[in-house]
């Protein structure tokens, strides 16, 4: 199998993307800029005897210092209804960041795969960028930010059956 970083490289060099390598070349480093903001991009390969996985991470360019509850609602909210991929935050040094991932089969992956994840993972951080700046720094609660990327709960997909299972008497 091609090793997962040379693949994610000739995705990169494919898209015209400038990154390095870091970490002893297990991971490379990029960055996206959309008209909401600019923040920095990791790659990393994680291989070992038993599997294979990709992880792609786009991270939120300011560290928490306040609202942690406030941005942990958010982040809670916003996972709930997510397919593929997910926010997460550091209360202990208030990173934010969002992350897609997969575990690779002995059939490889190519760039197709590669170029979901990825462009699934910055147009996610590019979506809630505003609504996440507006929770760090205070000017609205979670539910208003959300509402204010996502629409009103009127426009929003809401599940109106649910299939669980039977809960068991035992």
Request: glycine letters at 6%; hydrophobic letters at 40%.
């Amino acid at each position: 199998m091609k090793q997962v970083l040379d693949q994610v490289i000739e995705f990169f060099e494919k898209e015209n993307w400038q990154f390095s390598k870091i970490e002893d070349d297990s991971a490379l480093q990029t960055a996206f800029t959309s008209d909401q903001g600019t923040w920095l991009c990791f790659a990393q390969a994680v291989e070992n005897e038993a599997t294979t996985r990709f992880f792609f991470y786009s991270v939120f360019p300011m560290k928490a210092q306040d609202h942690h509850l406030e941005i942990a609602e958010f982040i809670t909210r916003v996972n709930y209804g997510l397919s593929i991929g997910n926010f997460e935050f550091d209360f202990s040094d208030g990173e934010i960041r969002f992350k897609t991932s997969i575990d690779i089969t002995e059939d490889g992956f190519g760039l197709a795969t590669i170029e979901r994840l990825v462009y699934t993972n910055v147009l996610m951080m590019d979506r809630y960028f505003l609504g996440l700046m507006d929770v760090f720094i205070g000017k609205k609660l979670p539910v208003q930010a959300i509402n204010t990327v996502e629409g009103s709960c009127e426009n929003m997909m809401i599940p109106t059956t649910y299939n669980s299972p039977p809960i068991s008497s035992t």
